[in-house]
T-cell receptor, first 113, second 115 residues
Framework: EPEVTQTPSHQVTQMGQEVILRCVPISNHLYFYWYRQILGQKVEFLVSFYNNEISEKSEIFDDQFSVERPDGSNFTLKIRSTKLEDSAMYFC???????????FGSGTRLTVV | AQKVTQAQTEISVVEKEDVTLDCVYETRDTTYYLFWYKQPPSGELVFLIRRNSFDEQNEISGRYSWNFQKSTSSFNFTITASQVVDSAVYFCALSTYNQGGKLIFGQGTELSVKP
């Protein structure tokens, strides 16, 4: 069964550093998403991406965040200057169309120290 | 505005008991999709079910069943004869066609099944 792959599974970074979280969505999917889950809390939408541009973003997704699909296979989330409160599990998801099911990756646990 | 409410924060049952996890949603869209996900201690999100707003038929899959009632905006999940392996956090989620497909999650219900 096709999978969404996220790397790394766990990343530790110092406050103020830039991090890039990587995702390889399912190859024929068209819609891509990033979600965040702070420990013990609910899963929150960050951003959706379609046709090589952001289609929607949440209030959380401020200027410190950016997304890219640089080569048609990877889908990355960049946090420019990490803060302690960015520590969370980040999930990537993809879907084939606007009504199809989502496939989630296993997540990247980001720890900012 | 879209919203999902899971009023039960934690539920604890003894193995073999039946348990129902409640989910209430809010949306003004007529076309929407409801989901349940399981999040075991390992952290991944495991898809359980998707339901569209035009299909109110209840569904059963093994020990799992779902009751969708548009009249009360609820999409409840029942586990029959619970097992220790069912211990996890369960999330109900909503997506609407007009919102570009983002998922809106409830707060989650942590289910603990004791032997």
């Amino acid at each position: 069964e096709p999978e969404v792959t996220q790397t790394p599974s766990h990343q530790v970074t110092q406050m103020g550093q830039e991090v890039i979280l990587r995702c390889v969505p399912i190859s024929n999917h068209l819609y891509f998403y990033w979600y965040r889950q702070i420990l013990g809390q609910k899963v929150e939408f960050l951003v959706s991406f379609y046709n090589n541009e952001i289609s929607e973003k949440s209030e959380i997704f401020d200027d410190q965040f950016s997304v890219e699909r640089p080569d048609g296979s990877n889908f990355t989330l960049k946090i420019r200057s990490t803060k302690l409160e960015d520590s969370a599990m980040y999930f990537c998801a993809s879907r084939g169309d606007r009504v199809g099911g989502y496939t989630f990756g296993s997540g990247t646990r980001l720890t900012v120290v | 505005a879209q919203k999902v409410t899971q009023a039960q924060t934690e539920i604890s049952v003894v193995e073999k008991e039946d348990v129902t996890l409640d989910c209430v949603y809010e949306t003004r869209d007529t076309t929407y999709y409801l989901f349940w996900y399981k999040q075991p201690p390992s952290g991944e999100l495991v898809f359980l079910i998707r339901r569209n707003s035009f299909d109110e038929q209840n569904e059963i899959s093994g020990r799992y069943s779902w009751n969708f009632q548009k009249s009360t905006s609820s999409f409840n999940f029942t586990i029959t004869a619970s097992q220790v392996v069912d211990s996890a956090v369960y999330f109900c989620a909503l997506s609407t066609y007009n919102q570009g497909g983002k998922l809106i999650f409830g707060q989650g219900t942590e289910l603990s099944v004791k032997p």
